[in-house]
């Protein structure tokens, strides 16, 4: 068996489950407790600790908060950032400064590449590819009005949906299976399975084309 391996620069707080052959690498910091702001509309109750699938690296200066649960052989790159009450499945890639927000679920075999933001409330189901600087949000009324709390949710990006660098997704929407999002789109809509959209506001252009959907095992 394989133990875990913890650089003596990384913190991993009391509790934590480290799977066979994790490594916690220099500076990274697994199972930290939330600093809320008194506004802060997340979940205030006590979290069990994190834990660290099989084979997993926790990568320089990445953060993993308690009660997130993380499969086995993910990378968590550089300086990432994964929140409280996350689920992320085995064979998942977190680029590099990606950050993933609390209460959201990542299924097996997604890759979120460098600086991505996962806000919270989000799901992105199985094999799903989310390119640089995408960004994600969950709040129509950006902080203002009670009425807000009744309606906080992420995206729901569906198995083999992919999403293009830069593009930017509205709070609550659907993408649906195998869909593809072109770079710099604005998402305003649910976007139907199998189709192409591009533009601010995203419009559809066509379907994704058989050869480029995925074959699943």
């Known amino acids: 068996m394989a133990m875990a391996e913890i650089h003596p620069t990384a913190i991993v707080y009391p509790g934590t489950v480290l799977g066979e052959g994790v490594k916690v690498l220099e500076h990274a910091v697994v199972g930290k ?3 809320l702001s008194p506004r802060s509309t997340a979940k205030r109750e006590p979290l ?3 834990e660290i699938g099989a084979g997993t690296i926790v990568s320089t200066g990445a953060v993993v908060f308690a009660g997130t649960t993380i499969g086995a052989r993910v990378i968590l790159g550089d300086q990432s950032c994964v929140r409280e009450r996350v689920s992320v499945g085995a064979d998942v890639v977190i680029g590099r400064g990606s950050l993933v927000e609390n209460d959201t679920t990542i299924g097996a075999m997604t890759k979120i590449q ?3 933001y996962i806000t919270a409330y989000s799901t992105l189901e199985e094999h799903v590819f989310i390119a640089p600087c995408v960004v ?3 709040d129509n009324y950006m902080g203002r009005t009670e009425k807000r709390f009744e309606s906080i949710k992420g995206p729901t990006i569906r198995r083999g949906a992919r999403i ?3 593009a930017v997704l509205l709070p609550g929407i659907e993408i649906g299976e195998e869909a593809f999002v072109g770079a710099g789109a604005v998402v305003t809509k649910d976007v139907e399975p199998r189709m192409l959209v591009v533009g601010n506001p995203a419009r559809v252009i066509r379907a994704v084309a ?3 959907l995925l074959e699943y095992q």
């Open 210 to 212: 058989d050869e480029e």
């Open 164 to 166: 293009g660098g830069g």
């Open 136 to 138: 994600t949000t969950n």
């Open 33 to 35: 407790q939330p600093t």
């Open 114 to 116: 460098a600086e991505a």
């Open 48 to 50: 069990p600790p994190a």
